[in-house]
């Protein structure tokens, strides 16, 4: 079965700084999606950024770009030029690419997620 | 809006009592989703569906039932609520390719529901 992992269970960066939020996962699996999800405090679930595993190039989204190391199985999140907005749970996900009987049903499996806290 | 609409978005309830969550989506996906969502444990899959008419178990189905009647609604159900139950509740769905096993994509997610059990 696959697992992910968020080693950080909190976070602080200062507004207008850098910050990295680390993701590890394991698998056996050659086809997949990972995926960062934010979480402010309205609780509604917000897509981050995405990453197909077959893709070698790491995925940017604006002030947000990811380090995926396939071999490793890790997925880190780097947030630049932080922003108050910024503040929120972020949680690392991963979906099998193809459905198995007994196995994937293509949901998310989630980290615990990392709580970010952004100081002005 | 497209979206996933859940409702109700809050609710207390005594315990032993029976209460539905409803879910409703209008982007035409065949596969949904309820999660939980405990502090401390990220979101933990309840049951799934892949299209209509079918459902499945998730991490935690215990004192869960889910029907799937048609694409739109995928309503979650506790027959007798327990304390444990107590949790924020998430719908999702995402497109499965017709036919196939393969997903694309990401999931989309409803706004939540709060559910106090006493």
């Known amino acids: 079965a696959q697992t992910v992992t968020q080693s950080q269970p909190e976070m602080s960066v200062q507004e207008a700084e850098t910050v990295t939020l680390s993701c590890t996962y394991d698998?056996?699996?050659?086809?997949?999606?990972l995926f960062w999800y934010k979480q402010p405090p309205s609780r509604q679930m917000i897509l981050v950024i995405r990453?197909?595993?077959?893709?070698?190039q790491n995925a940017t989204e604006n002030r947000f770009s990811v380090n995926f190391q396939k071999a490793a199985k890790s997925f880190s999140l780097k947030i630049s030029d932080s922003q108050l907005g910024d503040a929120a749970m972020y949680f690392c996900?991963?979906?099998?690419?193809?459905?198995?009987?007994?196995?994937?049903?293509?949901?998310?499996?989630f980290g615990k997620g990392t709580k970010l806290s952004v100081k002005p | 809006i497209a979206g996933i609409t859940q409702a109700p978005t809050s609710q207390i309830l005594a315990a032993g009592r029976r209460m539905t969550l409803r879910c409703t989506q209008d982007?035409?996906?065949?596969?949904m989703y309820w999660y939980r969502q405990d502090l401390g444990l990220g979101l933990r899959l309840i049951h799934y569906?892949?299209?209509?008419?079918?459902?499945g178990k998730g991490e935690v189905p215990d004192g869960y039932s889910v029907s799937r009647a048609n694409t739109d609604d995928f309503p979650l159900t506790l027959a007798s609520a327990v304390p444990s139950q107590t949790s924020v509740y998430f719908c999702?769905?995402?497109?499965?390719?017709?036919?196939?096993?393969?997903?694309?994509?990401?999931?989309?997610f409803g706004e939540g529901s709060r559910l106090t059990v006493l």
């Open positions: 999702a769905s995402s497109e499965r390719l017709a036919g196939g096993i393969e997903y694309t994509g990401e999931l989309f």
């Open positions: 698998t056996s699996e050659s086809d997949y999606y």
């Open positions: 990453q197909e595993a077959y893709k070698q």
């Open positions: 996900a991963y979906r099998s690419a193809y459905g198995s009987y007994g196995g994937s049903q293509g949901n998310l499996i």
């Open positions: 982007m035409r996906h065949n596969a």
């Open positions: 569906s892949n299209t209509a008419g079918t459902t």
